[in-house]
């Protein structure tokens, strides 16, 4: 999402581009009432008015754009430190960090017995020789092959069942200030996200008394706004075995 220092750049950027563009359209206007024989130092042509035409209407869309998404951001920034969205995603935070943090200790354990049992099985495969891996008539060619298959599902199994650990493994950050990192960014983007849905549907929001975390860490209630009212509801979602409990927040207009 775009910052609103970003566009107020982008604003300003524009602003300039088009004051050059009609700079330059004056000029070419000025020429063109002499169909361009008087008062046209930069040879300018009919080309030049139809692209430079071009240009400031494109310029022109761009700039209103950028000012309805300032004023977008603006009416959201309004709406900002709803007490009972930030306590939600706190909270929501806390738990994902002491997940994370108990299963890197679990992986460890894991990886472990893993690694001991890949020694075991890469010791079994090198006693059967190196004839056994390409020469179907080694007597250990089947043996072989059905213990690198067994091999080569537990890796798969393992990969699997940790992708959830391993995605903070291997960064210039530890592993605890990695994870720290990309739970707290997740967490600016749920934020925003309610927001984005929440200032969709009411516009600024003038009050959010009614909306209150529950003893799960819910979030419910309704929330109003200049343009209307909206129930939000959470919901819990267990992932598959070892994901991280999640919420799932349903917001909708209230009639």
Known sequence: ??????????????????????????????AKESNYELNNPYSYSDYDFRVTSRDIELAQKALAEYEAKLEEENNKAASRNVPAITEFLD???????????????????????????YSR???ELKAFGYRARWDKADPNYAAYHELEEVDDKQRKRFRQAWTHVTQFIGHEKSYDE???????????RKYDFILDRVCSIVGTITDASNLSVG??????????????????????????????????TLIHKMK
């Open 178 to 188: 990695y994870m720290r990192h990309v739970v707290a960014e997740e967490k600016k």
């Open 91 to 117: 909270r929501w935070e806390q738990n994902c960090i002491e997940f994370y943090t108990s299963e890197f200790d679990r992986y460890l354990e894991a990886y472990k017995e893993y690694k001991a049992e």
């Open 1 to 30: 999402m775009a910052s609103v220092e970003y566009i107020q750049k982008r604003i300003a950027g524009k602003r300039a581009e088009l004051e050059k563009l009609n700079k330059k359209m004056e000029r070419v206007l000025k």
């Open 215 to 248: 003893a799960k860490g819910d979030l419910n209630g309704y929330i109003i706004g200049t343009d209307g009212t909206a129930s939000v509801k959470t919901i819990g979602a267990g992932g598959y075995s070892i994901q991280c409990f999640h919420h799932r």
């Open 121 to 123: 099985i890469n010791e």
